[in-house]
Antibody, heavy 120, light 111 residues
Framework: QVQLVESGGGVVQPGTSLRLSCAAS????????MHWVRQAPGKGLEWVALISYDGSDNYYADSVKGRFTISRDNSKNTLYLQMNSLRPEDTAVYYCAKGGGTYFFPLDPWGQGTLVTVSS | QSALTQPRSVSGSPGQSVTISCTGTSSDVGGYDLVSWYRHHPGKAPEVMIY???KRASGVPDRFSGSKSGNTASLTISGLQAEDEADYYC???????????FGGGTQLTVL
């Protein structure tokens, strides 16, 4: 069964950086696009970013464009999210999800998430 | 990238049916047959229930069905069961610039 495990979350101060990782297993990682989605406390799901199977195409939500960078290392079966200039409103549980075959839909499955808290 | 519009909450008794709506625009829901629905139990990973508007994900019972009319998609759950109580989110492809948009989520309560 496909497995996605996020890591790298923690408590950081505003303006600092953090890198999240998503370790993928039990599927051919290099064949699929991958998403990051987040959920702020008490809020709904918010799509963050998407990367194509080979990393050649990236897409971002306006709220993170220019601050976050999605990347992948297919040799390590790992997805990353580099988050710079963090703001309190970036506080959320961050999920990675495997993209499907048509325009990277549906998002299936998802990892359990990693919590990022941005606070002074 | 405006979120799709869902009711904040719906409820029903065991055995009843409920429908959750998801309203977008011709640039997302109405423009593509790429609407999916996710169930999220707090503290767990979200899971896809419906994709491509009407297709049930693997292992999802046929009590769950999806449809779309114009700019509004719907998720119907029939024969409500206690374990259906969760938050439900719709999601749509929104073109090459916005790409993915979620609804605000609907809390389903089984009375």
């Amino acid at each position: 069964q496909v497995q996605l495990v996020e890591s790298g979350g923690g408590v950081v101060q505003p303006g600092t950086s953090l890198r999240l990782s998503c370790a993928a297993s039990r599927f051919t990682f290099s064949n699929y696009g991958m998403h990051w989605v987040r959920q702020a406390p008490g809020k709904g799901l918010e799509w963050v970013a998407l990367i194509s199977y080979d990393g050649s195409d990236n897409y971002y939500a306006d709220s993170v464009k220019g601050r976050f960078t999605i990347s992948r290392d297919n040799s390590k079966n790992t997805l990353y999210l580099q988050m710079n200039s963090l703001r309190p409103e970036d506080t959320a549980v961050y999920y990675c999800a495997k993209g499907g075959g048509t325009y990277f839909f549906p998002l299936d499955p998802w990892g359990q998430g990693t919590l990022v808290t941005v606070s002074s | 990238q405006s979120a799709l519009t869902q009711p904040r909450s719906v409820s029903g008794s065991p055995g009843q049916s409920v429908t959750i709506s998801c309203t977008g625009t011709s640039s997302d829901v109405g423009g593509y047959d790429l609407v999916s629905w996710y169930r999220h139990h707090p503290g767990k990973a979200p899971e896809v229930m419906i994709y491509d508007v009407t297709k049930r994900a693997s292992g999802v019972p046929d009590r769950f069905s999806g449809s779309k009319s114009g700019n509004t998609a719907s998720l119907t759950i029939s024969g409500l069961q206690a374990e259906d109580e969760a938050d439900y989110y719709c999601c749509s492809y929104a073109g090459r610039y916005s790409f993915v948009v979620f609804g605000g989520g609907t809390q389903l309560t089984v009375l």
